[in-house]
């Protein structure tokens, strides 16, 4: 919807928010990096007018968008589409995450955001582990404890972490004390690592699980090529080899691959809801579609008896 993968128009992105409510869609997640405001500003247009009580919302914090002065020149890694004359600096302090919510309670013409979302505190976002701990080190100390006051206060209802690492999310659920984590692509059929520390913590200490991704950006939409991507590049050869099998065993038994994707994280206990994200309503559409495919059991242990899943993964066989 922030217009970073495609170009979207507003009317297209209250479209697809509507048609996702029509189907029944009651979570909604942004972040002021998306589109660079666009996002939240968009989902709040389409949101706004709903009953608050009966949808969910998230957003995030850990960038704060400064307009630019005149004559101040786009940053080099700047994304295009998003909402022009805005560019986001990180903030994780405490002072930084007040600002930031704030704004996005003006962006969102919200009074209450239900889930407050800690941000690309991962490697996989900063690709330097000295700013990484850093960054870590400065949420923690700062930005945690504004998020903790404003949920005493009733301003956000639940505090996570949304981020691209189980091992980096593992870090955060042992160091606080945090109602949600937002995984991206860390648990889909490609990958199941957080099985081993991640999940199991995370079922111990009662916190849910969203997971974001599960497509893993495209590959396990179906349709396996060699131009297929995984986390938003070109797919390695041995991933793209993986995702054919997968498709492979998923048409065996008349199932989409995109299908067995948007379910298989929801076997696990710990997993409270999944987010394939769209660019359209058709998208929209398919993705309800595909939650609520059947598939027989026996897929799940065919994929266990080749070794293309864990065996140790939660499925309904």
Known sequence: MGGFRAAITDAEAVGLTDAAYDLGVRYFDTSPFYG???????????????PREEFVLSTKIGRILHPLRPGEKKPPEFRENGLPGFSPV????????????EHSHLRLG?????????????????????????????????????????????VIGAIGVGINESDTSLRFVQAGDFDCMLLAGRYTLLEQGALDAFLPECTRRGVSVILGGPYNSGILTGGVSDQSTHDYAQAPAHLIEKARKLEAVCKRHGVELGAAAMQFPLFHPAFCAVI?????????????????????????SEL???????PASPTPN
Not at 36 to 50: D, I, P, Q
């Open 110 to 154: 919200m009074a209450k955001i239900d889930i407050a979302l800690i941000h690309d505190v991962d490697f996989w976002t900063i690709k330097d582990r000295a700013i990484l701990d850093q960054r870590f080190k400065t949420v923690m100390e700062g930005g945690y404890k504004a998020l903790v006051e404003l949920k005493k206060a009733g």
């Open 276 to 300: 394939p994200g769209a660019l359209n309503s058709t998208e929209v559409k398919q993705n309800v579609e595909r939650l609520s495919a059947r598939i027989p059991t026996e897929l799940w």
């Open 304 to 310: 266990k008896r080749e070794n293309l899943i864990d």
């Open 36 to 50: 660079y405001g666009r996002s939240e500003l968009r989902m709040g247009a389409a949101l706004r007018n709903r």
């Open 90 to 101: 990180f903030d994780y302090s405490y002072d930084g995450v007040m600002r930031s919510l």
